[in-house]
T-cell receptor, first 114, second 115 residues
Framework: DVKVTQSSRYLVKRTGEKVFLECVQD?????MFWYRQDPGLGLRLIYF???????EKGDIPEGYSVSREKKERFSLILESASTNQTSMYLC?????????????FGEGSRLTVL | AQKVTQAQTEISVVEKEDVTLDCVYE???????LFWYKQPPSGELVFLIR??????QNEISGRYSWNFQKSTSSFNFTITASQVVDSAVYFC????????????FGKGITLSVRP
């Protein structure tokens, strides 16, 4: 079974802190994604990557950056956390060309910024 | 631009009732894929189905069935004889064919099944 593992289920950070959210998948998938989920807004794409060292902006990239140094790992970085970044963050991967296949999700990381 | 609308936000039913979750999509592309995902209280989204735009055949999987109608741009999901374990948030999603496409999700429907 594909497994997507997010490093932390729950984090509490202070405004201005730098935050790293790590995601690792074990199925050699080319495509990886970061979403945030907020009540009433559904899932919104932050960044995605179709290959190592490659990244593309999603719909809401402001305030975030990403890193994909290895195929299995996709990190989301909040350079200076703000309270409006309090949210559930979901990482996903898939192995199909153009990303049209089934997404496999991690369990999510719930971030609270105080 | 593509869009997915799930007009229902919350649905509550009693166990054994049938329930239909609506999904309406918008896209100008002729090649696209539609999905349904389930998010139980544990938080991890689980894939339920993928349908491509050239396959309008309805699908049934146990108590779950999907009705895809291009004429109305809808991809509705019906749970027959609902159970408490069906309680979850359900998302409909759309991606167009082609390189580097992005999956667009609807806002989700929270389904509560009461015993």
């Amino acid at each position: 079974d594909v497994k997507v593992t997010q490093s932390s289920r729950y984090l509490v950070k202070r405004t201005g802190e730098k935050v790293f959210l790590e995601c690792v998948q074990d199925m050699d998938h080319e495509n990886m994604f970061w979403y945030r989920q907020d009540p009433g807004l559904g899932l919104r794409l932050i960044y995605f990557s179709y290959d190592v060292k490659m990244k593309e902006k999603g719909d809401i990239p402001e305030g975030y950056s990403v890193s994909r140094e290895k195929k299995e790992r996709f990190s989301l970085i909040l350079e200076s956390a703000s309270t409006n970044q309090t949210s559930m963050y979901l990482c996903a991967s898939n192995g199909e060309a153009a990303g049209t296949g089934e997404l496999f999700f991690g369990e999510g990381s719930r971030l609270t910024v105080l | 631009a593509q869009k997915v609308t799930q007009a229902q936000t919350e649905i509550s039913v009693v166990e054994k009732e049938d329930v239909t979750l609506d999904c309406v999509y918008e896209t100008r592309d002729t090649t696209y894929y539609l999905f349904w995902y389930k998010q139980p209280p544990s938080g991890e989204l689980v894939f339920l189905i993928r349908r491509n735009s050239f396959d309008e055949q309805n699908e049934i999987s146990g108590r779950y069935s999907w009705n895809f109608q291009k004429s109305t741009s809808s991809f509705n999901f019906t749970i027959t004889a609902s159970q408490v374990v069906d309680s979850a948030v359900y998302f409909c999603a759309l991606i167009i064919g082609g390189a580097n496409s992005k999956l667009t999700f609807g806002k989700g429907i929270t389904l509560s099944v009461r015993p």
